[in-house]
């Protein structure tokens, strides 16, 4: 099956500082989708972004589908960014079942 | 509207007891999901189902069955539970064809002692 793998594993910051995530796959995907998992557990879409980018307040994602990657942008990170984000892909013709990467657990700081 | 509902939220089981787990959506989604994530992982698929009365196997789904008798409702059972199936589960919903709006309920966590 398709392999997603995340990088980095862990990641510290300090308030305000900028960060890029990392997600590759080894084969052509219908849709990507980044999630971020807050430190109760809840998980909470952040983009639907099978190519192109995006854009929502200080978070941005780009897809490269031809390159097999995607980079999740945070700038101006605050300490409610904390948590752990994750890149599900979906494969063609799988009813929209997601491979998740193992993700990138990330801690801001003041 | 409440989106996903999972219940129960927590559990503790013995080994070898069952239990089903209860997923239930408001939003008329076809596609239904249960995966679990353990420790430093993503979430893995157990089974799935993209209609009312169908069912079909995900990544990783021995020891565990599922049914969907109703649209709004996909019931995960543990027949005898294991400690290798302590885990948080975790069940979502979608429509078909599209990943927008794909929506995960908060998570049961699990216990098998």
């Known amino acids: 099956g398709i392999q997603v793998e995340q990088s980095p594993p862990d990641l510290i910051l300090q308030e305000g500082a900028n960060s890029t995530l990392r997600c590759n796959f080894s084969d052509s995907v219908n849709n990507l989708q980044w999630f971020h998992q807050n430190p109760w557990g809840q998980l909470i879409n952040l983009f639907y972004i099978p190519s192109g980018t995006k854009q929502n307040g200080r978070l941005s994602a780009t897809t490269v589908a031809t390159e097999r990657y995607s980079l999740l942008y945070i700038s101006s990170s605050q300490t409610t960014d904390s948590g752990v984000y994750f890149c599900a892909v979906e494969s063609a013709g799988t009813a929209s079942k997601l491979t998740f990467g193992t993700g990138t657990r990330l801690q801001v700081t003041l | 509207n409440a989106g996903v509902t999972q219940t129960p939220k927590f559990r503790v089981l013995k080994t070898g007891q069952s239990m089903t787990l209860l997923c239930a959506q408001d939003?008329?989604?076809?596609?239904m999901y249960w995966y679990r994530q353990d420790p430093g992982m993503g979430l893995r698929l157990i089974h799935y189902s993209v209609g009312e009365g169908t069912t079909a196997k995900g990544e990783v789904p021995d020891g565990y069955n599922v049914s969907r008798l109703k649209k709004q409702n996909f019931l995960l059972g543990l027949e005898s539970a294991a400690p290798s199936q302590t885990s948080v589960y975790f069940c979502?919903?979608?429509?078909?064809?599209?990943?927008?709006?794909?929506?995960f309920g908060s998570g049961t966590r699990l216990t098998v002692v």
């Open positions: 939003m008329n989604h076809e596609y």
């Open positions: 979502a919903s979608g429509r078909s064809g599209s990943l927008r709006g794909y929506t």
